[in-house]
């Protein structure tokens, strides 16, 4: 008698329909939780009017684009000076062209229980992104730990307690001056601390708030939360990016990142003729009013020059008019 058939195929054939139920139920899951997504909120404390909010059509931005903001708005980021440095073009916040910030912190906030959906564990950090916040850029994936690397974060900048965070912001704002920038990091992991850190946020905001208007300054706080697990259903509230595009916008700002400062090719400034319905002067008011300033000046410097050259004029005898007046009486 021969050997008996295999039965390799009809093995493989009852695994695959047990395995069927599990891929149902990872589908399902999949459905309902989109990937980790990074928000990234520009909040202005004290006065104000050193950011503006652009007409671009999407908040969505790379970890090097966020990068380029803070090196634009602040003048020394991670121990360097970075006065005078360029913005990835078509972001959606940008730096006043006149005014400039005192100094900013860069506050990160991630672990598994940052819940910002509504009726999550901390309505009120979800209350300042949404309506404190002049702008803000997204993000997807989890780069809350490589933006506090860009900013130049240490392991001493982790707050260990929501009783330690109000002290821990006051000590990084009085370090923020000369618009220095600062960082500060929190790491939020069950429902009881996102709580206790939600109401200690709200009220270490409205303190340093208060302590900036009193002294006149603007202190610019930088908020990166890390969403580990966004509702699908919140996510489709945001524009969707393609993420072949996606890629592309990241390898080009891998590119860009060494020579930022050198290429810029002035498309920000391109966009802004118009104005966004934000107070910032367009381009064509900006160009009338140096054109004026400078005329204005230089015609005033010539009246000043004619006027003291005339006066310092020396005197002397005419010696044509004193020679006709000798000959006339001589006659």
């Known amino acids: 008698a021969g050997p008996p058939p295999?039965?390799?195929t009809k093995h493989r054939q009852g695994t695959?329909?047990?395995?069927?139920?599990?891929?149902?139920v990872a589908a399902a899951f999949l459905a309902t939780v989109a990937d980790a997504r990074t928000t990234v909120a520009v909040l202005e404390v004290g006065k104000g009017g050193v950011v503006r909010r652009t007409t671009a059509s999407s908040p969505h931005a790379s970890v090097h684009g966020v990068a380029s903001f803070w090196n634009a708005?602040?003048?020394e980021v991670a121990g360097r000076n970075r006065r005078g440095s360029a913005q990835h073009p078509g972001m959606a916040v940008v730096p006043d062209l006149f005014s400039r910030a005192d100094g900013g912190i860069v506050f990160g906030l991630s672990g598994s229980a940052i819940d910002l959906t509504s009726g999550g564990a901390m309505p009120r950090l979800a209350n300042l992104l949404e309506t404190e916040a002049v702008g803000s850029f997204e993000l997807s994936g989890s780069h809350s730990a490589t933006?506090?690397?860009?900013?130049?974060a240490k392991a001493e900048d982790a707050v260990g307690s929501a009783a330690d965070l109000a002290t821990s912001l006051k000590t990084k704002a009085a370090a923020a001056v000369d618009n220095r920038l600062e960082r500060l990091s929190i790491s939020v992991h069950d429902e009881a601390s996102a709580s206790a850190f939600d109401s200690a946020i709200a009220a270490?905001?409205?303190?340093?708030?208060?302590?900036s208007e009193k002294s006149g300054k603007t202190l610019l706080l930088h908020l990166v939360v890390d969403e580990e697990q966004v509702p699908a259903a919140h996510e489709a509230e945001a524009e969707e990016v393609p993420s072949d595009?996606?890629?592309?916008?990241?390898?080009?700002?891998?590119?860009?990142?060494?020579?930022?400062n050198q290429n810029y090719n002035g498309n920000y400034y391109n966009q802004r003729q118009t104005g966004d319905g934000y107070g910032e002067?367009?381009?064509f008011q900006i160009q009338y009013f140096n054109v004026v300033l400078w005329s204005a000046i230089g015609l005033t410097i010539v009246l000043i020059s004619a006027i003291s050259m005339m006066i310092n004029m020396p005197l002397m005898a005419d010696t044509l008019?004193?020679?006709e007046s000798a000959k006339v009486v001589g006659d």
Do not use: C, Y
């Open 245 to 260: 595009r996606r890629r592309l916008e990241d390898m080009q700002d891998e590119q860009q990142d060494g020579n930022n």
């Open 321 to 323: 008019l004193f020679g």
């Open 204 to 211: 270490a905001v409205q303190s340093l708030q208060k302590q």
């Open 281 to 283: 002067k367009t381009i």
């Open 147 to 152: 933006l506090l690397k860009k900013a130049g």
């Open 6 to 8: 295999r039965t390799d």
């Open 73 to 75: 708005a602040h003048d």
């Open 16 to 24: 695959m329909v047990r395995s069927l139920p599990s891929l149902g």
